[in-house]
């Protein structure tokens, strides 16, 4: 398939094409290369969720967003070749801090819901095929924090599981907290069952089936309690007793893969408040242990999996609201990842989803961006030879005094190995070395 050129600046309806060079890090990020980033306007504000689904029926891939501040979800749609122009908009609750997006009432179109954190709602939005979106159903959720989609009970028709404060005890922001199934009745029309015990402040989750049995289980990360939650299905339509995993400090999402394809599914956790990801291996019987802590940049916010080179193993992705990158984490195939490799992807990427957007086999990159209303999407070209600028600690693509005062501000504060930003030569300190070899590079990064 031919592509339509993306260099230049260009304007197309609703979207501001920033057509900057790549600013890539690249900590063993060979065979890895995406064309410049577009930027579209999303059509709300303060988007902070993204969804991919062949909205309109036309045979490729669209995009939900759900917008915190403008209290809707909108859609762009894409032209077949990763280009998208506005689509619709829909109101949902109050404060919608993510989308997920799948077929609620059979008719195989894919509807989409939204956990609005601040109207203590759970929206239901269904499409009519063609991308037309009609707002359904509110059902009542108390802070609903993030959500996910997967038949929990089995019978054939798509559920939602919610993590959310629990309204009843004294103090709702230091208190455990609960994840509930909401159960389809197969028209799309929800109803809450009984809510299983979590940690306090639920931020991210997945879902995959940890233990082999074919049924969904949930894992959610807790910011407060500096845990994670791991919920096996029981087969009734009812989670087993709560098993707390380790966590690094304010754990902020989880991803589940199999890292080491050994038919047991790993996970991946990002800690906000000390900027690294912590890489965690299941030994088959619900055990996690930690293989891996690497750096991130500034305030992770979101991570997700895919095989981004296709070299046949899971890859690891991170967005940040406080950097402008989406860190790439390549595995070896025996579940060891590389240091970050850094894309550039401004402005301040909330979440971040794959998704193949222009018909050619390889997985894209699309961001919710919480600092400016709009969405980045970077098309995966591998042929692109990346240029390395690894003392653009902040990725502005500038070696310049920000990454000097990173320096500074993380100077020999690491520990076990883990580093924040500014250990440049990965010698697992922040050092002189670091800072002569910041000096070296100083000035705009190589184009």
């Not at 845990?227 to 966590?247: E, K, Q, Y």
């Amino acid at each position: 398939m031919d592509r339509k050129p993306r260099n230049g600046y260009r304007l197309v309806p609703l979207a501001v094409v920033l057509a900057s060079a790549l600013s890539l890090q690249a900590h063993g990020g060979e065979g890895l290369a995406f064309e410049d980033h577009v930027q579209y306007l999303t059509g709300g504000e303060n988007s902070t969720g993204v969804a991919a689904a062949d909205i309109d029926g036309d045979g490729d891939i669209d995009l939900f967003f759900s917008n915190r501040w403008t209290h809707d979800v909108t859609t762009l749609l894409n032209d077949g070749q990763g280009f998208f122009v506005a689509g619709q908009a829909v109101g949902v609750g109050v404060t919608p801090r993510y989308v997920r997006a799948a077929d609620f009432n059979g008719d195989d179109a894919p509807d989409c819901t939204t956990p609005d954190y601040d109207g203590s709602s759970v929206s239901i939005v269904l499409n009519d095929g063609s991308g037309i979106l009609q707002f359904h159903q509110s059902v009542d959720v108390y802070r609903p924090a993030v959500l996910d989609i997967v038949d929990f009970d089995s019978d054939g028709d798509n559920d939602v599981l919610v993590a959310h404060w629990d309204e009843d005890s004294s103090q709702p922001s230091q208190a455990l907290a609960m994840m509930s199934v909401l159960f389809n009745d197969g028209s799309g029309n929800f109803t809450a069952g009984e809510p299983a015990t979590i940690g306090i402040q639920p931020r991210g989750m997945d879902v995959t089936d940890f233990n082999n049995d074919g049924l969904p289980d949930a894992i959610v990360c807790n910011l407060a309690s500096n845990d994670m939650d791991l919920l096996i299905n029981a087969g009734d339509a009812t989670f087993l007793p709560t098993m707390i995993l380790d966590a690094p400090h304010q754990p902020r999402y989880v991803t589940a893969g199999d890292w080491n394809d050994d038919g047991a599914e790993d996970i991946a956790v990002v800690s906000k408040s000390t900027a690294i990801i912590e890489f965690q291996r299941h030994d088959g019987a619900l055990g996690f242990t930690t293989t891996q802590s690497l750096a991130t940049m500034s305030n992770p916010h979101s991570c997700t999996n895919v095989d981004l080179d296709l070299d046949g193993d899971l890859d690891v992705l991170v967005s940040h609201v406080g950097s402008f990158n989406v860190s790439i984490y390549l595995n070896d195939g025996q579940g060891t990842f590389a240091p970050r490799w850094n894309l550039y992807s401004p402005n301040g990427p909330a979440e971040v989803i794959t998704a193949d957007l222009d018909g050619d086999g390889l997985p894209d990159i699309v961001t919710a961006n919480t600092n400016n209303h709009t969405c980045s999407v970077h098309l995966n070209a591998l042929d692109y030879e990346a240029p390395s600028c690894q003392a653009d600690l902040d990725g502005n693509g500038a070696v310049d005094v920000l990454d000097l005062l990173l320096v500074i501000q993380n100077w020999m504060s690491c520990e076990g190995g883990t580093c924040p930003p500014g250990d440049i030569n990965e010698s697992g300190q922040i050092d002189i070395i670091d800072l002569l070899y910041l000096l070296e590079a100083w000035g705009e990064c190589p184009v």
